[in-house]
């Protein structure tokens, strides 16, 4: 058995950036920053900053391309996936990407969002529907006592 399964909460790098393919799928690429605090021996804070290239496909990749922006955070649940590729320099490196499968709008309503634009929503989670409104249970009538019942109980 093995599993191959990645848990991110982290802020983007930059906006994303979304292209389509000729059967009209979305894929949405960006980065995501994570990163790790500590205190070194002399009681300095440290911090570490590690980079993630982020591919979502489909129905999530359009919502990601038209809510998040650049400092949005944002929770990624995927995989790791790595892909060779030959620089510019000649010489062949391995990268990774993160292949989303869920994805989870965290923060404010304003976080990483361009107030001057009116038309698009903010990068808010989106709130669960308000539940509809119970009406107070009905009143059955109460049935009159029934008088003919036999008395002739055993007991």
Do not use: C
């Not at 980065?31 to 979502?56: F, P, V």
């Not at 990749?61 to 790791?80: D, H, T, W």
Request: glycine share 10%; proline share 9%; aromatic share 8%.
């Amino acid at each position: 058995m093995s599993v191959n399964k990645v848990i991110l909460v982290g802020r983007l790098g930059r906006d994303p950036e979304t292209r389509y393919m000729p059967n009209g799928d979305a894929i949405t690429n960006f980065s995501l920053a994570t990163d790790e605090q500590w205190r070194d021996h002399n009681g300095e804070r440290q911090t570490r900053t590690e980079w993630h290239n982020i591919t979502l496909f489909g129905k999530l990749g359009e919502i990601a391309g038209q809510y998040l922006r650049k400092g949005s955070q944002v929770f990624i649940e995927g995989k790791i996936q790595s892909r060779k590729y030959t620089g510019k320099d000649g010489i062949e490196r391995t990268a990774y990407d993160i292949i989303g499968n869920e994805m989870k709008m965290l923060g404010n309503r304003n976080d990483g969002f361009d107030s001057g634009n009116n038309n698009a929503a903010p990068p808010t989670s989106n709130p669960p529907p308000a539940a509809p409104r119970r009406q107070p249970p009905q009143q059955t009538p109460t049935t009159p006592p029934i008088d003919d019942i036999d008395d002739d109980i055993p007991f």
